[in-house]
């Protein structure tokens, strides 16, 4: 059974603070890890899709890294409209982690 | 916008009572899923189709069935409702049925159960 881990569970940043969030996955067989951004009340927006290690995404200040075990976004010098929660997903259908809350505070 | 439509935004009925919700995915996109999100579980998988053909189930209680018309639009029942499936529900949709095929969400429906 696919499982994903993410941590941490909230995450407090200021402006301009850089970081990283970490998504651990359980796979019998990776076919694709997946980044999503949700805000509060909102469908979760496509960010990236990974699918083996050693693969880097980029987006404005966001960047996505996997390797066989785990998948951190990075955020560089983050926005208070960064703020949202990220989730980690493997797979089809979709198994998702918990998901990472971000605030960045101006 | 992802390009992946629901309807009705938000639904609030009372216990016992049955609802439909309804999905129209991207322009192109053959692959349908329903998800169900709720504080406590996070995004669960309920159901996908793929072309018109049930491919895959999840934790899909059975007062709950969907379809997948031929237009390719899909629709969720949810029936003898209880509190506990108070909820949003999202629709997404992708060109294919693998899992490399990225999954596009759609806005929600809040289903509010009285």
Redesign the interface.
């Known amino acids: 059974e696919d499982q994903v881990t993410q941590s941490p569970e909230a995450l407090r940043l200021q402006e301009g603070e850089s970081s990283s969030l970490n998504c651990s996955y359980t796979v019998s067989g990776l076919?694709?890890l997946?980044w999503?951004r949700q805000d509060p009340?909102?469908?979760?927006?496509?960010l990236f899709?990974l699918?083996s290690a050693g693969e880097e995404k980029e987006k404005e200040r966001l960047k996505a890294t996997l390797t066989k075990k785990e998948s951190f976004l990075h955020i560089t010098a983050p926005k208070p409209e960064d703020s949202a929660t990220y989730?980690c997903?493997?797979?089809?259908?979709?198994?998702?982690?918990?998901?990472t809350r971000l605030s960045v505070i101006a | 916008d992802?390009g992946?439509t629901q309807t009705p935004k938000h639904l609030i009925t009372a216990t016992g009572q049955r609802v439909t919700l309804r999905c129209s995915p991207r322009s192109g996109d053959l692959s349908v899923?329903w998800?169900q999100q709720s504080l406590d579980q996070?995004?669960?998988?309920l159901i996908?189709y793929y072309n018109g053909e049930e491919r895959?189930k999840?934790n899909i209680l059975e007062r709950f069935s969907a379809q997948q018309f031929p237009d390719l639009h899909s629709e969720l029942n949810l029936s003898s409702l209880e509190l506990g499936d108070s909820a949003?529900y999202?629709c997404?949709s992708?060109l294919g049925?693998?899992?490399?095929?990225?999954?596009?969400?759609?806005?929600?429906t809040?289903l509010t159960v009285l």
């Open positions: 076919r694709g997946f999503y009340g909102k469908g979760p927006e496509f899709t699918y989730l997903a493997v797979n089809t259908p979709l198994v998702f982690g918990k998901g | 992802s992946v899923y998800y996070g995004l669960q998988f996908q895959a999840g949003l999202f997404a992708s049925a693998s899992g490399q095929h990225t999954q596009y969400f759609g806005p929600g809040r």
